[in-house]
Every structure is written in C-alpha cells, then in structure tokens.
C-alpha cells in the first residue's frame, strides 16, 4: 500500500470554480502535512501547511481528519494560474516525506 | 535567494557511462534529499542524508551512490547508467529540528536521459 494516495484527475473546471482535492496517508504516526504545488518542468513548492484545525489562505482551505488519516484542500474562485499539479505530502515520525503522485488542475477560461 | 541549487540542469548519457549529479544548500539545512520523479510514480526517494556525516538508502537506491561532502552539499551518483535511470532528479532539503512544521525545499531539478 502507498503511504500517499491521491486522485490523479485531471481536474477540468472553469475559471470561478471551487474545487477540492482528497489525499489519505498509511501510517497512523505521522507528524506533519503539506500541499505542494508544482508546474510544469519545475520543482515542487510549498502551498501551504495542514494543520489539525484547518487552515485557510486567502482562496485555499486545507483540512486534516487525523482519525480518517485524511487530508483535503479546497480552493475557489479558481483562477487561470492555479492551474498546476497538486501534491499531497506527510512527514512520518521517522523524519521521512512521502509525496503522493499528485492531482493535475487545469482552470479552464 | 540561491536555495537548493542542482547541476547540470540536463544531461545526456549513454547506457554504461557515469556521472554525478551536485546539489548545494545555503539554508543551513542540516537533511538532505535525493529524489527521482517519473510519470504517474510521483517523487521517489533514492537517498536521503539525515546530517552531515550519515547517509541511508530510500526507496529506489539501486545504481545509484550518494556522497555528503559537508553540511552544504549532497551529491548523487550514477556509477553505470542504464536507461531505465532515464527521469527528473530532485535534491531537496530540510531542517528538521524539533518542530513538527519543518518544510522541504527543492532544487529546479535535473533531467537525464540515458540511450
């Protein structure tokens, strides 16, 4: 079984949209949780940080369900330049970062 | 704002010959990271350097050998390279302290081709 797992998409939604994201993870102990975004022929770059309560930055929403082992990210209002792939990241006790395979967002005009 | 910088940017390579991917971190960062990522497999980890001085296999480790010259630098190399090592390599890097909210940044990525 993956540590990581995503829905691989693609996503297709038009510009003003509201979409969300789902990732769950394996292992009960891990410790930290992000969303990474990365563009085309580039590197992987911090979104933002999950936490236990939620979190909110400006258009986007993440969310974490410890006990479902559950991550979420919702973003609206979506806008051209979100277009991107969506990676769901856990950090495990063992100081280790599992990346899932990524959702792929295309914000259609 | 130099980061995680990897060298070279592209390379390509023919089935048995070798090379070594560099990469240097001027965060202070004390974990360093190798990863390869490949279509529809996500990233990968092939080494990871916990701290200067320590070295431990991830993932995929086979066929490739890493060296961590100094706090900064983390290199990766390929001793024989085989088409199958065809992909997009990422160092990356983290502090990793006490504080559960340590992030990982990456290098722009190297993208190799072995024929």
């Known amino acids: 079984r993956k540590e990581v797992e995503q829905d691989p998409g693609p996503f297709n939604v038009p510009e003003g949209a509201t979409v969300a994201f789902n990732c769950t993870y394996s292992?009960?102990?891990?410790?930290?949780f992000f969303w990474y975004r990365q563009d085309c022929r580039k590197e992987p770059k911090l979104l933002m940080s999950v936490y236990s309560s939620g979190n909110e930055d400006g258009r986007f929403t993440a969310q974490l369900n410890r006990a479902s082992q559950y991550i979420s990210l919702l973003i609206r209002d979506s806008k051209l330049s979100d277009s991107a792939t969506y990676l769901c990241?856990?950090?495990?006790?063992?100081?280790?970062?599992?990346f899932g395979t990524g959702t792929s967002l295309t914000v259609i005009p | 704002n130099a980061g995680v910088t990897q060298t070279p940017k592209f390379q390509v390579l023919k089935t048995g010959q070798s090379m070594t991917l560099q990469c240097a971190q001027d965060?202070?960062?004390?974990?360093m990271y190798w990863y390869r990522q490949d279509p529809g497999m996500g990233l990968r980890l092939i080494y990871y350097s916990a701290s200067e001085g320590t070295t431990d296999k991830g993932e995929v480790p086979n066929g490739y050998n890493v060296s961590r010259l100094n706090k900064r630098e983390f290199s990766l190399r390929l001793e024989s390279a085989a088409p199958s090592q065809t992909s997009v390599y990422f160092c990356?890097?983290?502090?990793?302290?006490?504080?559960?909210?340590?992030?990982?940044?990456f290098g722009e990525g190297s993208w190799l081709t072995v024929v």
């Open positions: 990241v856990v950090r495990t006790t063992g100081n280790q970062f599992y």
């Open positions: 990356a890097s983290t502090k990793l302290d006490s504080s559960s909210g340590n992030t990982i940044y």
């Open positions: 292992n009960s102990a891990s410790q930290s």
């Open positions: 965060m202070n960062h004390n974990s």
